[in-house]
């Protein structure tokens, strides 16, 4: 049994690791002290207003970070953390949307009532399963509150 | 006069079609289980064609059961005995289908270094990551298979049925990719995104391999070609010791045998054909095999037009 322990005690910090970032992005961002997010311009009607700002608020709490704003277009913007230049994008997208393969979409925000498909949801870098997993807590929190 | 089943091997038949409900039955359970946690994974969905796949061996083999003991008939005056080849066909074919889609989609994602994105999921307002969900999944995927397929070899081996045996290595193939999958989730986890489709690609070789060999011992049976070992490529012990007794029996003879799923139809050509013959007598090997001797058929000198060897 005691030489078990330590074995056990391998396995159980192994699982700790469990899922890691190939990429490293939660690692860098707690190092950095800032999260790179891009918010895809909602035009003349925001929308999920209040639920994006308490999704950004959770997620620089949970990560120790700030986020770093950069204001754009969809396609740029997703192009970017696409390839690594951003860590997180959020927005209104169509639910029939290509980049929704591309990137990893997270629990939505906010969905359109009118029939529209949009939702307001927040992307990550594929792969980032570390990462993903803080987002995903803080966007099925802040998407539960209207 | 139905399709006969030698007695000898009658009651491993019964067992055997036993073994294929059971395997349909626990298989289509692992599919059911998979579906619920493959979630956007796509090695997961590979994996999951692959063991829908894997049901094509035990569905083809029960149907041709079926069918070979039907009595012949007017419009198919030799029985349906052919019928077990063409579901060694089939099988084989499923087989070499999953070694070859897994090769190339791991060969896609490598080349592609696509990130295998792997979220939580919140059950029962608890948040796992959806990793292990998917390795209890192939936990469970794994048990099947090597259950059934150790059960189902040395069944296989006596029947010399290439459908039963094709059916063992799709499930050997099963549990290998299981493993593999299980390898990659957890090379996923640790952050090595390449880990999945590496595992994968290289257990794809050894499934691809053993369909590729099945599809050709399957079509060289259907095109009537020299029985074929069960597990090389290669003419089988029993058939060789066989055409060389007939051969001894009858030196001025050409003699030629092929296969018709389980069983041996030998021709001598050239010969009268002797009074009385007693097929047993003429089986060389274990007594017990000899139920594989299933037809000798005599041609006259000139009576047929095969091109000679």
Redesign the interface.
Known sequence: MKRLLPLLAGLLS?CD??????E?TLHKVQARGTFRVGIIDPGEEPMGQPQLGRFLGSVARAAGARPQVQLGAAEPLLTELEGGELDLVVGPVSRSSPWR?RV?P?PPLWKSKDGSFIEVTAF??????RW??LL??QA?AAGSVP | MKGQTPPEIAADLRRAERLEWLTIGWMVSVVVVMALVMG?SQAMRTAWIEDLLSLVPAIVFLIARKIEQRAPTERFPFGYARSHSIAFLISAVALASVGASLLLESGRTLLMA???????V?LFGI?V?Q?WLMIAALIYSIIPPVILGRMKQPIAQRLQDKVLHTDALMQKADWMTGLAGIAGI?G??????WADAAAAAVISLSILSDGVRALRTSTAELIDGAPRDLEKDKIDAETAALVVELQRRFPDAEVRVRETGRVIHAQVEGVPPPTDVALDELWPGKPERAWRLAQLSFVPAGGSRHAEA
């Open positions: 192994a690791a469990i899922p890691a970032d190939p490293q393969t990893s997270l990550a870098r594929n792969g980032e399963n993903i997993d995903y807590r099925r | 956007s696509e990130h295998v994105t792997i979220a939580p919140t948040h990551w990793g957890l996923v986890g640790l952050g090595y995104w």
